[in-house]
Structure formats: C-alpha cells, structure tokens
C-alpha cells in the first residue's frame, strides 16, 4: 500500500513538474496574444497532469522471466537456503518523511490564516457579506473559503474616492463569483501535498499573480475608463507581507508595475478571446494526454518459461510460488532413493485455490520414470507450499500449476527440467548442502516489488518492441550491487533497447550473498529479463 502510494505520488509530482514548466514557458505569451484570462485558465493542466497518475497506465506489460534451470544453474533456489540478507527498506522512512513534511505544511498553512484573520482586529458588518476590520494593513481584501467575505480597511471611506471604492468593490466581487478564494485554497493545500517540489511553490505564486491580472482584466473591462483610478486605487493600498491561503489580496507583494503596466495595454476582441480559449483547451487536453501517456507501462511480475516474444495478459497472471515457503518448507531426499542413488526429476500438479493454498497435488510425471521413489517425498513438500494466488480481471481465482523438483546427487549438474510453468526447485542430499560454500543467489522479493520494476521503455513502448536480456550482477559480501552487464540478449538489440532499464532497476536490489567457509563472501549472479507487449483486442 505504501508503495503504492508513493509510487503514485512519484508519478503526480513529475507530470505536474512538467506541465508547470510548460506553464511558466506560456503564460506570457498566452496573456500577450490572448488576454490575461487565458493565461489564468492555462494553469488548469496543472492539477489535471498531476490527476493522470491516478488513471490506468497504457496497457502494455512485462514479464520478468526466471530462466529454466538447464540455463541459468546460478539462479536456482536450493534448499536449505542461504538465509535472506535483511537489506533496508527506505520506504517506511520516506513515507514518514513526507507525512511529516505535509503535516508541518498544514499547520504552517492554518497557522497563516489565523495570523492574518486576527490582524485584521475586531469585525464589523457594513453590508453583505461586506465587513469592515479595525486595521488597515492588508486591506482591502476577500477573506475565508466556504462562505469569503470582503474585509474593507478601518480608513476605506477616507483613504479611496468613491470612483476607487466601486472599483475596489468591483475587484473583490470578481473574485468571489468566480470561486477564486476557493481555488487559492486548493492551490495551497498541493503546495502542502508536494511540499518537496520547488516548482510548486513557484507555480503558486506565479498562479495568484495571473488571477489577479484576470480579475483586474474582468472590472476593466467592465468599466473601460476607469483605467486611471483603478492604478490609483493600487498605489494607495498597503502591501501585505502577511499570508492568506483562503483568500484574495486586492493588492500585496505582487508585481504592482507589471499590473499597472497591464492595464495600459488594450483588452482583446471577442474572436481573440474565444481563440485564445480553444489554444488553452487544446494546451490542456493535450498536455494532460501527453502526461497520462507518458507513465510507465503497468508492469506484473510472472515467472514463466514462455519464449521471449510470447504475449503476457496482464488481465490474468499466473500464480506462483510465495518465496518465504521456498525457504521453510523442505523437501527431503528419501534415504532409499539417495542409497540407490537415483536421481530425476518429479513434475507435481498442484492444484491451487483462491487463497493461494494448495488444494491438491499429485505427481503429473516423473523423469527418468526410475526415479518414481522420489515422488512421495515431492508432492508431501509442495503440499505444505503457499502460493500468489492467479488473478483474472483483478481478482484471484483458482489455478493449476506444474512444479518442477530436482532432485539432484550433484547440487553442480543437476538434472535438466522442461516444458514446466515455474523454476525448479533442487533438493540434494544433506551433505550436498554443506552452508560452508554456496554462491550468491538473487532475493526475489526486490523482483515482486514494483518499486524496484524495470520501467519499460516508452520508445519500446510506441514501437511494440519485446526482448530478453540476462543481466551479470556483481555483488559483495553484504549483497549489495556493485555493478551489471548485460551477459546475453534475444534478439541482440534488446541489450540496446532493455539494458539500460534493467540495469537501472536491478542496482537498487539487494541479493542474498554467497557463503565461504561460514562467512559471507560476494560473486556474480545471472538475472534475466523478459520485456514483452500484450496482444491488443
């Protein structure tokens, strides 16, 4: 869920980084050509790219394939294993990082608002929804979200002429029917919600800078000769420099020369204007496409022995083993089988139910049919098994699954397993297990996590590309990656294509190290990869 939520957050923070560049690139030239009104509306893609996280990605997978056990011996999870190297988890940390950040961001916001309402002094009703404060600083000014009000200075009568007065009426009216003080409101709270992003802070100025010159916009256009007084109105107002998150300032430490200079400039006729709104819409919708498009692929991790350019639905996944029973649960060799020294391999059907238990398990075959000692001994192991559960349309059904165990006199030239759904499981004798010497091997657990998924390359994407890479990874003695190669690719040009990704990716894993004479040593493990698009309806 953390995950989940970060990942989502992620997402959101970078399509509104981008569509506020973008923004900050327009807003002038929009304004220019257009008036100040488009400018205003154009801030609209922000909130909608950050939104487009929380759509479905573009139907495309990947499918993160663990190679057969003839192929890739290092891969294969042996019992009893290493144990799991506990590597660290920063998310609980940056969970609670950024928790911690939006609860000072609310507080400081709230904090805010109580400062500036009780500078204002002592209220006093002098009209609808028209008060007046005791202070004179910060005023004239629309105040509170639900229900805003005007908040008149205690010298309004004296300080503004009656021309200035309507027009100052005029202003902070615009704001009130057009929800501005609401929409500050909102604006502030995603200043709290990416409280990390610099360009949101940016943008939230930059924001209530354009609503103003909008606002300033409407009334001029309203009262077109009034130009001249509506500046005077402005030079006579006292800055603010205290906060007012639900509210409109109808002057404060905005630009005053570059609102003045505005109202110089001669407002655009109605065909501009409904031109500069279809440019705005076409910005927006577009953009909020580009950012929902540009996400990564939803991406579900199946182990399978498919072939390389064989389609994954993602709408329903096979089920595979849950690592931790790998682990608990051993398969014994039988004594009489490992006295004969019979070896092969036991293909068990599982049958598997919603809750990912095993309902079922016989022995569909074994290979060489010698080896049927062994039998017994397999399925009672995968009987005691838990796995993922398959899904279909989201939800988990039941399923049968085909479970390869080897059981192997050699750990080093195990016997060859085909045609199987999940990896092998090798089972050698106790002596074969020595924990004195054994190589590093790969913690799954990074594999399932999407946080630590492969992105699958938007190009790739576009141009329906699948491949399979094997990448070479060098850890240490702690599992910590030190460096990855791509040791084989199929077709050749996915190691162009896929390598980059998957490098990425895995150097965020931990691995399980290797054991030399009961210490923890370092060594290279194989990782493969299967990068493969769903076949559209």
């Excluded at 020369?257 to 501009?272: D, F, H, T, V, Y």
């Excluded at 990855?484 to 990704?501: H, K, M, N, S, Y």
Aim: glycine share 6%.
């Amino acid at each position: 869920m953390l995950a989940d939520w970060l990942r989502i957050l992620e997402l959101s923070a970078l399509a509104s980084s981008a569509a506020i560049l973008l923004v900050l690139l327009l807003r002038k030239p929009m304004r220019t050509h257009f008036g100040a009104h488009t400018a205003y509306a154009l801030w609209l893609l922000v909130p909608l790219a950050a939104a487009v996280a929380l759509l479905p990605a573009p139907v495309a997978s990947m499918a993160m394939q663990i190679m057969p056990l003839s192929a890739v011996p290092a891969l294969i999870p042996v019992a009893p294993a290493v144990p799991v190297v506990n590597a660290f988890d920063p998310l609980p940390w940056l969970g609670v990082t950024w928790a911690l950040g939006l609860a000072i961001s609310l507080a400081v916001l709230a904090w805010q608002q109580r400062r500036f309402v009780r500078a204002l002094g002592r209220l006093s009703v002098v009209g609808e929804r028209i008060v007046r404060a005791e202070a004179t600083a910060g005023c004239p000014a629309l105040v509170g979200a639900w229900q805003p009000r005007v908040v008149l200075p205690a010298d309004f009568e004296h300080r503004y002429s009656a021309a200035e007065r309507d027009l100052i009426l005029a202003h902070e009216r615009a704001h009130c029917a057009r929800g501005d003080a609401q929409l500050n409101v909102f604006a502030a709270l995603l200043r709290c919600l990416f409280w990390f992003n610099p360009l949101v802070h940016i943008a939230a100025s930059r924001f209530r800078f354009d609503q103003e010159l909008a606002c300033d916009a409407a009334v001029i256009a309203r009262f077109p000769e009034a130009r001249r007084p509506y500046a005077d109105a402005m030079l006579k107002t006292q800055l603010a420099d205290i906060g007012l998150p639900a509210g409109c300032y109808w002057q404060s430490s905005h630009p005053l020369k570059e609102r003045i200079s505005m109202l110089k400039q001669p407002l655009p006729g109605r065909a501009r204007r409904v031109l500069g709104i279809a440019v705005a819409c076409s910005l927006i919708l577009s953009g909020s496409y580009a950012a929902w498009a540009m996400q990564p692929a939803q991406s579900k991790s199946v182990n399978s022995t498919k072939p390389a350019n064989a389609p994954v639905d993602v709408a329903c996944c096979v089920g595979d083993v849950h690592a931790s029973y790998r682990k608990l649960s051993r398969i014994t060799y039988p004594e009489a089988a490992l006295a004969a020294k019979v070896q092969g391999v036991v293909y068990v059907k599982v049958h598997i139910g919603v809750d990912g238990k095993v309902l079922s398990a016989s022995a569909e075959r074994v290979d060489p049919s010698s080896a049927a000692a062994l039998s017994e001994s397999a399925v009672a192991g995968v009987k005691t098994w838990t796995f993922n559960p398959a899904t279909k349309d989201g939800k988990p059904v039941t399923n049968d699954e085909v479970v390869p165990i080897a059981f192997a006199l050699d750990r080093n030239a195990p016997p060859r397993v085909e045609g199987a759904t999940l990896d092998a499981i090798v089972v050698s004798p106790p002596e074969a297990l020595s924990e004195q010497s054994s190589a590093p091997s790969e913690n799954v657990e990074f594999r399932k996590n999407a946080m630590f998924a492969p992105k699958y390359p938007a190009a790739a994407l576009a141009a329906h590309q699948s491949g399979k890479i094997v990448l070479k990874v060098s850890v240490d003695a702690q599992g910590n990656p030190q460096s990855a190669v791509v040791d084989t690719a199929e077709p050749p040009e996915a190691e162009t294509i896929f390598g980059d990704t998957a490098i990425a990716s895995v150097m965020q894993w931990r691995f399980n190290p290797g054991v030399r004479d009961g210490k923890p040593v370092g060594g290279d493990v194989l990782v493969p990869f299967t990068f493969s698009l769903r076949d559209e309806d």
